[in-house]
């Protein structure tokens, strides 16, 4: 099981402290006490920076125990969680090594060996930006069944999307028998079942679902291991590909969740013009302020199918427009930025009192209701 904790870089301090105490801290005390399972686990820097903020100083205590007894292993992955294929290569790899100077930083974690790409968004040129051994695909991703594949030097480790999907959507009380009989069914010729989630699953966005992966932890029907110790005993059975279909762990295509409707695009747009006009110009203060507004929750929360947040979306393109403010551009081209900004903020506060906003909440529940059969 691969658990990703991960925070906006533009979330506000004090949901993260709430979510801190409702789901983190739980889980990793949960964690702490349970014995005989491994865990993967992606810590998004910037979490842990906002952690850092707020002194959360059990959080990395129990990060650190839970290193020094061998529970979990952790994966590197990208600072800010930039969407790695709709993203500039030379910005990925930027955060790629601030990421893994983070973690070396905090728990003294030399390169990890796996990495986990943001929202599991992967395409074939992505993996030439990856320097890992291992790293974690949806299943989406390839045209067979399998739990591991190699492309090149590199092993996959392949997201199950049906127990990913129950994890992350079931609607009701979630039984550990329904999990391990679903577990079962899935499991590879092997029996290896790969499954990645997010940590906000078990705690936070359903609060029993803590219990629940307790009882999975003692469960004796599936046993719990870490990514390496799976590459480990299944790598000779592992299937060579030659390519890697455009995916990602959402139930999208060609990443349209961000990427398909107008003000996403704007959105986007915005960043490339920030982008081509400051390269070259920037300190890495203003560096740091650019990465920041590429975090795939910015045009994520454009989708309104259904999710819809343009606060936080508002705080990532003040993030893109300080870049070019800070940059050594001349003042006419900043001054050009500043129109495109205006107007993208203008159209997005437009669309969010249009009314169509709640007119696309209702159009996503009756194609939700339609699928479940409600």
């Not at 979490?47 to 292993?73: G, P, S, T």
């Not at 705690?203 to 629940?212: A, I, K, S, V």
């Not at 081509?276 to 920037?282: E, I, M, R, S, V």
Request: contains cysteine; neutral net charge.
């Amino acid at each position: 099981m691969v658990l990703h904790f991960y925070q906006p870089p533009t979330q506000d301090l004090s949901i993260t402290k709430s979510i801190l105490n409702s789901c983190y801290l739980p889980l990793l005390r949960l964690l702490s006490q349970k014995t005989g399972f491994g865990l993967t686990i992606n810590l998004g820097g910037s979490l842990l920076l906002q952690l850092q903020q707020l002194e959360a100083i059990e959080f990395f205590d129990l990060i650190n125990k839970l290193l020094v007894d061998k529970k979990i292993e952790i994966l590197n992955s990208v600072v800010y969680h930039p969407l790695i294929p709709i993203t500039p290569s030379d910005i990925v790899t930027r955060q790629i090594t601030k990421n893994q100077q983070l973690l070396n930083h905090l728990f003294g974690v030399k390169p990890p060996k796996g990495f986990f790409p943001p929202e599991l968004a992967i395409d074939i040129n992505s993996l030439g930006l990856i320097n890992s051994q291992y790293l974690i695909i949806d299943q989406t991703s390839l045209k067979l069944k399998t739990s591991i594949a190699k492309f090149g030097n590199k092993y996959l480790l392949v997201n199950n999307r049906p127990v990913c999907d129950l994890l992350r959507a079931y609607p009701r009380e979630l039984l550990v028998s329904i999990i391990t009989d679903l577990f079962h069914e899935n499991c590879d010729d092997n029996q290896l079942l790969v499954t990645a989630n997010d940590a906000e699953l078990f705690g936070h966005h359903y609060t029993e679902r803590l219990q629940t992966l307790s009882d999975l932890l003692d469960s004796k029907n599936i046993k719990f291991i870490t990514a390496s110790a799976a590459i480990s005993c299944f790598k000779k059975k592992s299937i060579s590909v030659a390519n890697l279909l455009p995916s990602t762990w959402q139930n999208c295509q060609n990443f349209s969740l961000w990427n398909k409707n107008n003000l996403q695009k704007k959105y986007l747009t915005l960043l490339k013009n920030s982008y081509d006009l400051t390269k070259g110009n920037l300190n890495n203060e203003a560096e740091d302020y650019l990465d920041k507004s590429y975090a795939s929750c910015h045009p994520y929360w454009l989708s309104n199918w259904p999710w819809w947040h343009p606060d936080l979306v508002q705080a990532g393109a003040v993030n893109s427009i300080t870049s070019v403010r800070m940059s050594t551009i001349d003042g006419p081209k900043k001054a050009n930025m500043e129109i495109i900004y205006h107007e993208f903020l203008s159209q997005m506060w437009q669309y969010h009192w249009s009314g169509k906003v709640e007119e696309n909440y209702k159009k996503f529940d009756q194609t939700t209701n339609k699928f479940l059969g409600v």
